[in-house]
């Protein structure tokens, strides 16, 4: 079932999601989402000194990155969804991570190593550890899984 949330709904989320982790954005790309053309949503940007810059190809401020992301993440989710719907919830914090840690092809660098100045560990880095008690057969399997997605 889809809800159809409000503007302030969308901007708490905003809030809650984004701006705690990267902070306040100079720019906005958005694709004409009603919800960031309203009355609240515009006020808001106002007020925050956010532009708004609209991903259509006829507007010169588009640059393509945000088309390409799109594109690459669009196949990189339908990749990983294909075979299990029923996991896509889980799957989409390990396509987040998987983007993250891949270098742009602009920068050579990944989101993560931009941010943080270090690349962290993927799960195909890490290797079983010799346990000297009975593993949890549960907890081998979901590594394993893990691993073989990576």
Excluded at 1 to 28: C, N, S, W
Excluded at 47 to 58: A, D, E, H, Q, R
Aim: aromatic share 12%; net charge positive; proline share 5%.
């Amino acid at each position: 079932m889809q809800q159809d949330y409000d503007a302030t709904y969308v901007a708490d989320l905003y809030f809650k999601e984004g701006v705690k982790l990267h902070g306040f954005p100079r720019f906005i790309v958005s694709n004409r989402y009603t919800k960031y053309l309203s009355h609240f949503s515009m006020t808001l940007r106002k007020n925050l000194g956010t532009k708004l810059k609209y991903s259509n190809t006829c507007h010169p401020q588009m640059d393509g990155q945000t088309e390409f992301f799109k594109r690459t993440l669009g196949v990189l989710l339908k990749t990983l969804v294909k075979f299990n719907i029923k996991l896509s919830d889980q799957l989409l914090a390990h396509a987040q991570f998987a983007y993250n840690k891949a270098p742009s092809k602009t920068t050579g660098m990944s989101p993560f190593n931009v941010i943080y100045g270090v690349e962290p560990l993927s799960p195909l880095d890490l290797t079983l550890w010799p346990m000297e008690i009975k593993p949890n057969v549960e907890a081998s399997k979901r590594f394993q899984d893990i691993q073989e997605l990576h």
